[in-house]
T-cell receptor, first 117, second 112 residues
Framework: SAVISQKPSRDICQRGTSLTIQCQVD?????MFWYRQQPGQSLTLIAT?????????ESGFVIDKFPISRPNLTFSTLTVSNMSPEDSSIYLC??????????????FGSGTRLTVV | LAKTTQPISMDSYEGQEVNITCSHN???????ITWYQQFPSQGPRFIIQ???TKVTNEVASLFIPADRKSSTLSLPRVSLSDTAVYYC?????????????FGQGTELSVKP
């Protein structure tokens, strides 16, 4: 199955700054996703990022705060903009791999633990 | 997307069989049931998926009754390394925009 390399694995940032998280997949994938996970909580979907189209955001998440790039079929970035302590969380990327015939699977990066001070 | 309900936490001992049940009363005809496992500081990992009856792989079994309103993940002879959070997901993964929507999960603690 596909492997996702996500970086940075963790960072401590000053409020008001921005952080860009990168995810590299070792195979070409059409669909990628970005999640946020608060400590001890479940994953919340931020947006879907398909190559060649604008990212689709879930309710409560906006492009100005979480701009996403998807320049090709193996790479995506999520930027957390103008950070505040409330943005402290784990951010994960995911990719859908496989085909409908072989059954789709989903693989996840190991996450970025962000602390905003 | 069907809402899922599962126990928040479960405790077990090494060598026991663990069964985690997930309720999904509003499951739709095209929905599949998928379970993921997440260890601390890692992303979720696929365990098993099924549509009806029973599915078994090298890691777990998934039991789905005829009405499909619930499902049970069975982990045989758990070890300490099975301590993790287990998520039950229900949806038509191929036609709902491909999105995985996670519920609260069950935190399984395996003790020696």
């Amino acid at each position: 199955s596909a492997v996702i390399s996500q970086k940075p694995s963790r960072d401590i940032c000053q409020r008001g700054t921005s952080l860009t998280i990168q995810c590299q997949v070792d195979s070409q994938v059409t669909m990628m996703f970005w999640y946020r996970q608060q400590p001890g909580q479940s994953l919340t979907l931020i947006a879907t990022a398909n190559q060649g189209s604008e990212a689709t955001y879930e309710s409560g998440f906006v492009i100005d705060k979480f701009p996403i790039s998807r320049p090709n079929l193996t790479f995506s970035t999520l930027t957390v903009s103008n950070m505040s302590p409330e943005d402290s969380s784990i951010y994960l990327c995911s990719a859908r791999v496989g085909t409908e015939k072989s059954n789709y699977g989903y693989t996840f990066g190991s996450g970025t633990r962000l602390t905003v001070v | 997307l069907a809402k899922t309900t599962q126990p928040i936490s479960m405790d077990s001992y090494e060598g026991q069989e663990v069964n985690i049940t997930c309720s999904h009363n509003n499951i739709a005809t095209n929905d599949y049931i998928t379970w993921y496992q997440q260890f601390p500081s890692q992303g979720p990992r696929f365990i098993i998926q099924g549509y009806k009856t029973k599915v078994t792989n090298e890691v777990a079994s998934l039991f789905i009754p005829a009405d499909r309103k619930s499902s049970t993940l069975s982990l045989p002879r758990v070890s300490l390394s099975d301590t993790a959070v287990y998520y039950c997901l229900v949806g038509d993964l191929y036609n709902q925009g491909g999105k995985l929507i996670f519920g609260q999960g069950t935190e399984l603690s395996v003790k020696p």
